[in-house]
């Protein structure tokens, strides 16, 4: 990387860590088994942590939940050996998500302001359990390894006592009441450490668990032993040791723990010596920040987030995750999240479609993008993608003036082949240009993962594995998206719309009806289209009306006002040419055969003018005799007829 990058990448790093200090009551000092104690107040709440004699160099951590004094013999072996431990109070809380909140600022506060690792190692006893799963699912990129002793894995089980458990009836009401929970709703509750265990294998954190074979009040079969086989399943490493020596009390749950110098070992072969990842800041560029959008979070009470893109963003992955941080971050607030990804688009049909598919959703006050993926493989030009992505933020602010935009650039194989190669792949570059032209947020995931690679903190072909990311993958980019999330910025009241970054911007973009089609010859409206022949489909691009013709010859007409016309086809095996003319002029001829038509019925967008002066004008269509040599035949499908006004 070069000086100049470097640089900017160093005065990042030193603008955004500032918006984690967090101010702190003055700190006491005290004794525990002979080493240092620092006591002081986080969040209203008591916290502590206590230091070696002699730290490992990089600040190896353990992280205590609830109980922290019971069964302390491995905490005073990994304190001897150079490691903190660290614990603040969130008793009683069961791992709810305002609890999580705690740990994350607490996180944020010994690593950024203390300098421990950053990775922890995290310890959890009984109900314990719930909030080290609870904070490692949320953030496996953070955890070295977990060390679990009798665990809750299931509140059903304790303190719910729905299986074999004794339970504790007042625990579970007061479960229930602080997730405001019915008995019903808490049967089908799936926040718990035995769900959603896929990012954290998939980061192969390893665990091991102590356990009693006889534990009446967190019986291993309800609890362990089902967490450790879906974590297994999952590909994550796991370990069980059970306690048989010495007298087991409480009905089983409580045991004296055998060679805790064996877990000791356990903990700083995981956590020794101390990685440092790089940091997800450098990526991310706020401009004008999310002022706006939080402010209306936090005053109304109610908050509307879209989410624009192409499958990464229609699979589930980040957006669930974002979606779930935010409510976590803002837990009085109601949302509202519209879901508006479609595979295999990019920005040119996110224009077209974006009044349907986001603003008759809703009005977003947060509005997240991407197209990176889908414009470099879909082949669309650069010019194109400016145009796109500048008329997508217009009809955004044209509507709400307050809202936020956070631009993102997804990573994927070719990108990582021209950062190989020196130079900024295109679609990243016009990501940043439009986001900095309109002050919107930006993060160059794309860059974040190749970065990662080459420092050897994962690979490509074993843990992001394709540009559909694997479960790795989407938490790389949920802990960037984390990050920006938790930078706060003042609010910058209305969007002062700058000048468009080309006159024929797709401000005004939008699918007219199929009905205005005129002179149908050899085509007919088909209400409810479906494919003679099973390759896949698009939900949303099947089973709904299509203008069809599998006729050469057939032909169309369509009068329009705008400066821009467009179809979007569905591509399938048969896919044919068409000729057209603008106002019956310059005859073009075009394919509409894609390199995907062979097993895929695709929703492919054609823009057939877009620099026409501002006015009425009339395409004329036709479907070709000529056909690609791959083709089965001359069909045309369209399921929207695109304007840009």
């Known amino acids: 990387m070069k000086t100049k990058s470097i640089a900017w990448l160093l005065m990042a790093v030193i603008t955004l860590s500032a918006h984690y200090i967090s101010a702190q009551t003055p700190e006491k000092t005290t004794q525990w088994k002979s080493f240092e104690k620092t006591e002081f107040t986080f969040q209203d709440r008591a916290a502590w942590y206590v230091k070696p004699h002699k730290a490992i160099e990089g600040n190896p951590w353990i992280w205590r939940a609830h109980f922290p004094t019971w069964h302390t013999e491995m905490d005073s072996i990994l304190l001897s050996r150079g490691f903190h431990i660290a614990y603040v109070n969130t008793n009683d809380m069961f791992a709810h998500p305002k609890a999580m909140q705690v740990w994350d ?21 009984s109900r314990g359990g719930l ?3 609870g904070w490692a699912k949320r953030n496996p990129d953070k955890v070295s390894c977990i060390y679990a002793e009798a665990p809750v894995a299931d509140p059903k089980s304790w303190p719910g006592g729905k299986g074999k458990g004794k339970g504790s009836p007042k625990d579970w009401e007061a479960w229930k009441q602080i997730f405001g929970l019915t008995e019903e709703q808490a049967a089908n509750f799936t926040d718990i450490p035995l769900n959603d265990l896929a990012g954290l294998a998939a980061f192969k954190v390893p665990i091991v668990h102590v356990i009693g074979l006889k534990d009446e009040h967190v019986p291993a079969a309800e609890n362990t032993d089902l967490l450790v086989k879906n974590y297994i399943a999952l590909g994550g490493p796991a370990s069980v040791y059970p306690m048989t020596r010495g007298e087991q009390s409480m009905e089983g749950h409580h045991f004296p723990i055998e060679h805790p110098k064996f877990f000791a070992n356990f903990v700083e072969q995981h956590s020794v010596p101390v990685q440092k990842p790089l940091l997800h800041t450098p990526y991310i560029t706020l401009n004008k920040g999310l002022g706006n959008a939080f402010e209306k979070f936090r005053t109304t009470k109610k908050g509307t987030v879209a989410f624009l893109g192409g499958s990464i963003t229609h699979n589930p992955g980040w957006r669930d995750k974002t979606s779930q941080y935010l409510r976590e ?3 009085d607030t109601e949302f509202t999240f519209i879901a508006a990804g479609i595979p295999s688009l990019g920005s040119t049909p996110h224009s077209m479609r974006f009044g349907r598919d986001v603003l008759a959703k809703g009005t977003p006050d947060l509005l997240f993008v991407e197209a990176a993926v889908n414009d470099r493989g879909n082949g669309f030009s650069e010019k194109a993608q400016i145009r796109a992505l500048d008329g997508i933020l217009r009809q955004m602010y044209a509507v709400n003036p307050k809202a936020n935009v956070v631009m993102m650039a997804f990573a994927e194989p070719k990108k990582n082949d021209d950062y190989d190669a020196g130079k900024e792949p295109a679609e990243v570059a016009v990501h940043e240009r439009v986001a900095k032209h309109y002050g919107a947020v930006y993060i160059n995931l794309a860059r974040e993962v190749y ?3 080459k420092a050897g903190e994962f690979s490509w072909k074993y843990d992001f594995k394709d540009l559909h990311p694997s ?22 009241g209305d969007m002062k719309f700058p000048a468009p970054m080309d006159r024929f911007t797709y401000d ?17 409206l088909d209400p409810d ?8 489909t698009r939900d949303g691009f099947v089973n709904v009306p299509m203008l069809v013709s599998e006729t050469a010859g057939s032909s169309l007409d369509f009068e329009f006002n705008g400066r821009g016309v467009g179809i979007a086809t569905i591509s399938g095996p048969d896919a044919g040419k068409i ?14 055969y894609t390199t995907w038509s062979n097993q895929l019925h695709l929703p492919w967008y054609l823009m057939l003018a877009d620099e026409l002066p501002a006015g009425k004008h009339k395409l004329h269509l036709e479907i070709s005799g000529e056909k690609n040599e791959k083709s089965e035949g001359n069909a045309l499908r369209v399921v929207h007829l695109l304007v840009n006004e």
């Open 471 to 492: 479960p790795f993958g989407q938490e790389i980019y949920v802990q960037t998206i984390k990050e920006m999330l938790k930078m706060e910025s003042a609010a910058t």
């Open 131 to 133: 909030y080290v799963y």
């Open 329 to 331: 971050h803002f837990p």
């Open 508 to 524: 005004k973009g939008s699918y007219h009806k199929l009905e205005e089609a005129k002179n149908l010859k050899g085509f007919t």
């Open 105 to 125: 600022a607490f996180y944020d506060y010994l690593v950024r302001e203390k300098h421990f690792a950053p990775k922890v190692a995290l310890e959890g006893v």
């Open 529 to 536: 289209w479906k494919p003679k022949v099973k390759f896949s």
């Open 579 to 592: 000729t057209y003319t603008i106002d019956g002029k310059n005859r073009k001829t075009l394919d509409t």
């Open 451 to 453: 970065d990662r690679i």
